[in-house]
Every structure is written in structure tokens, then in C-alpha cells.
């Protein structure tokens, strides 16, 4: 687990400090703990976000005894991670907005410079877009 993602996880800024982090770890908790209806991977996930927040030296220590084969699932996980954790923190609303709106605008861009069809596909797109909001705008 990264810093970053311990930090959204408690809902609080990469550079939090340590008595920031508890206040949110306590606050998540109340939310999260078994007794009071949540589930034991999540709260186990919330421990593992503190103890990074207040670590880190023990958090690269066992990333370093953990370290899974690379793979691509986190990385299109992401979104929909933030985008959930979002919902319950208004602050990442709009880091969740521009993700989507990379990944929206992104993949059919990489996709089209891969084929070598750029030119030839969005020029008429971005004339009919323009023409499209000089039209709206009358």
C-alpha cells in the first residue's frame, strides 16, 4: 500500500500529520469496526493505512516482504477506487473527475496516435465540435 493510497483510505493529505491521522483513523473506525457492523477486510485494510501514515519506514519494509508479481489490475482498479472513495470524501471529488476525464479523453487518443489515424479521424471531429458550439451558442 502506498502512501497515497493510505491517505485516501483515511480521507486525509499525503502530508498529514501523525495526530491528523489518528483522528481519522478513529473516525473511519467507528464506521468500519466489526463490532459496530463493518467488515474485518476493511478494517484490517484501515489498520494497514494508519500504521503507513505513522510508518513509513515499516511500510517500505514490508512492501519489500510482500512484493506480489507486477501486474495491471491496480492500475485500472484506480478509478473506480477513488471514485468510491469520493463518495464518502468530497475533497477527492474532483481528482476522481479529472481521472475519468484522462481516461475518457486518453484511451481514444492513444488508441487513434497508435494507428496513425489522428489527422485523419479527429480533424473532422474537432470542425463538427466547433461547428457544432458556434450553433448552440446563437
Do not use: C
Not at 20 to 28: D, S
Not at 55 to 77: G, R, W
Request: proline share 7%; glycine share 4%.
Amino acid at each position: 500500500m502506498t502512501r497515497q493510497d493510505a491517505a485516501d483510505l483515511l480521507g486525509v493529505g499525503v502530508d498529514a500529520d501523525p495526530q491528523e491521522v489518528q483522528q481519522a483513523f478513529r473516525r473511519q473506525s467507528r464506521r468500519l469496526h466489526p463490532d459496530n457492523g463493518g467488515e474485518a477486510s476493511q478494517f484490517i485494510l484501515l489498520q494497514r493505512a494508519r500504521d503507513v501514515m505513522l510508518n513509513p519506514a515499516d511500510a517500505t519494509q514490508m512492501k519489500a516482504q510482500i512484493s506480489p508479481a507486477p501486474s495491471v489490475k491496480p492500475l485500472l482498479s484506480y478509478p473506480v477506487r477513488l471514485s468510491i472513495a469520493a463518495i464518502r470524501h468530497p475533497h477527492l471529488r474532483s481528482r476522481a473527475l479529472k481521472t475519468w476525464i484522462a481516461i475518457i479523453v486518453g484511451l481514444p487518443l492513444v488508441y487513434l496516435i497508435a494507428h496513425e489515424l489522428f489527422a485523419i479521424v479527429m480533424l473532422p471531429l474537432m470542425v463538427a465540435l466547433i461547428i457544432w458550439m458556434v450553433i448552440r451558442s446563437r
